[in-house]
């Protein structure tokens, strides 16, 4: 059983859509015990990263999350609410990867819009969530804040500059982009993620 984590932020029903459309069934839930007993959990989100902390720490999500032993992949807010700190709200976050969390530049030569909205590629995969895609696929991305590249960086998108597309650690993976909303390349990608033993 999939379970997609429910809380204060967008965008949980486009992931179960998705997941239907590659055949896979799954419970959107805030239920602790649906959550640990899952096979694998999604942790989507689409809003502000102070709001969505406050919701999951006075309903023990964030203790739980931190917890989980199965697959979870983190998408957009879920990646970035997986870090250790984001500028948005100053807020203190999950800390399950190393990074901090950061508002795209607005000076220097690249006169960018922000939020980035729209297709982008990825590229450097050093992960199974990748595999059989081509270097350079491209992903749809609505955001203003970003993890830089660390240690734990398993794809880059270029915007402005250099930023994690995505990232692991141990059983917990995320992604900056939308899976749901890219085509055949976030089919793919969601099922490796299906496919983690």
């Known amino acids: 059983m999939i379970a997609i984590i429910k809380y204060n932020a967008g965008n949980v029903q486009s992931v179960q859509y998705a997941l239907e459309r590659i055949g896979v069934a799954s419970v ?16 989507p989100g689409v809003g502000h990263a102070h709001a969505a902390m406050r919701y999951l720490r006075e309903r023990g999500l964030d203790k739980l ?11 957009c807010l879920g990646l970035q609410l997986m870090c250790r700190h984001s500028e948005e709200g100053d807020t203190s976050c999950l800390g399950i990867f190393d990074e901090n969390v950061i508002l795209f530049p607005t000076s220097g030569k690249m006169k960018l819009k922000i939020p980035q909205i729209g297709w982008n590629n990825i590229y450097d995969y050093k992960s199974v969530l990748f595999n059989g ?6 992903v749809y991305t609505v955001h203003s804040y970003f993890a830089a590249e ?32 890219s085509g055949r390349v976030g089919e ?6 299906i496919n983690i033993p």
């Open 188 to 193: 793919s990608i969601l099922k490796n993620f």
């Open 150 to 181: 660390g240690k734990e960086t398993i794809a880059t998108t270029d915007y402005i500059l250099p930023y994690s597309a995505a990232l692991e650690k141990d059983n917990f993976y995320a992604v900056q982009f939308h899976p749901e909303k």
């Open 28 to 43: 959107v839930t805030d239920d602790a015990m649906l959550i640990q007993r899952a096979d694998k959990v999604i942790f």
């Open 133 to 138: 895609l081509s270097e350079n696929a491209f």
């Open 65 to 75: 999350i931190i917890s989980l032993q199965q697959p979870v992949l983190g998408i």
